[in-house]
């Protein structure tokens, strides 16, 4: 049950894109079409931004987009707001369980 | 609209016990195997356990196999934690999450603090 590895941070101005990784194994991201996304602001629960990798929940912007290729699956947040700084987690069905993410902080410059 | 409502944090000394409630509404809780999943202050989430809908098939993160018992009762919506043998490192902020394969709504959380 090793944690999925994403780059600890990310940055970008406003109206700009990032792009978050999130990697795994065979046995997790690269096994299932089952990750997911998402966002938590400071001293708030984690909130839904992608599922079943590129699928968005209802209420959610379309300038959050997922895709993955073979064991890493990403998170592309385009025209960057401010509201979009926070932590973002990715996580992936392991077969019985599930494995989350490192995380990734967001800035927005 | 779908709430989960986590119960039941506090303080506890190492080695003392403590169980977590979460009651769910606002879906049909059979259709979904629950979860709990845990974060540790300024750290990242960490899956905990998950039950089946009919409460038949259970799964524990190896850090709390053992100590932890996750159990469900249908007939009152509701999902629970039972922690025993607690220790320092299982100080963190416990959520409530609904799942289909991974979680999708997830409660506001319980703080659990283990200390002397």
């Known amino acids: 049950q090793s944690a999925l590895t994403q780059p600890p941070s990310a940055s970008g101005s406003p109206g700009q894109s990032v792009t978050i990784s999130c990697t795994g194994t065979?046995?997790?991201?690269?096994?299932?079409?089952?990750v997911s996304w998402y966002q938590q602001h400071p001293g708030k629960a984690p909130k839904l931004m992608i599922y079943?990798?590129?699928k968005r929940p209802s209420g959610v912007p379309d300038r959050f987009s997922g895709s993955k290729s073979g064991n890493t699956a990403s998170l592309t947040v385009s025209g960057l707001q401010a509201v979009d700084e926070a932590d973002y987690y990715c996580?992936?069905?392991?077969?019985?369980?599930?494995?989350f993410g490192t995380g990734t902080k967001v800035t927005v410059l | 609209e779908v709430q989960l409502v986590e119960s039941g944090g506090g303080l506890v000394q190492p080695g003392g016990s403590l169980r977590l409630s979460c009651a769910a509404s606002?879906?049909?809780?059979?259709?979904?195997?629950m979860n709990w999943v845990r974060q540790t202050p300024g750290k990242g989430l960490e899956w905990v356990a998950s039950?089946?809908?009919?409460?038949?098939?259970?799964y524990y993160g190896d850090s709390v196999k053992g100590r932890f018992t996750i159990s469900r009762d249908n007939a009152k919506n509701s999902v629970s934690l039972q922690m025993n043998s607690l220790r320092a490192e299982d100080t963190a902020v416990y959520y409530c999450?609904?799942?289909?394969?991974?979680?999708?709504?997830w409660g506001q959380g319980t703080l659990v603090t283990v200390s002397s």
């Open positions: 999450a609904r799942a289909v394969a991974v979680p999708d709504y």
């Open positions: 606002g879906f049909t809780f059979t259709s979904y195997w």
């Open positions: 039950i089946k809908q009919d409460g038949s098939e259970k």
């Open positions: 065979s046995s997790d991201v690269g096994g299932y079409n089952y």
């Open positions: 079943e990798v590129s």
């Open positions: 996580t992936s069905y392991a077969g019985s369980s599930f494995v």
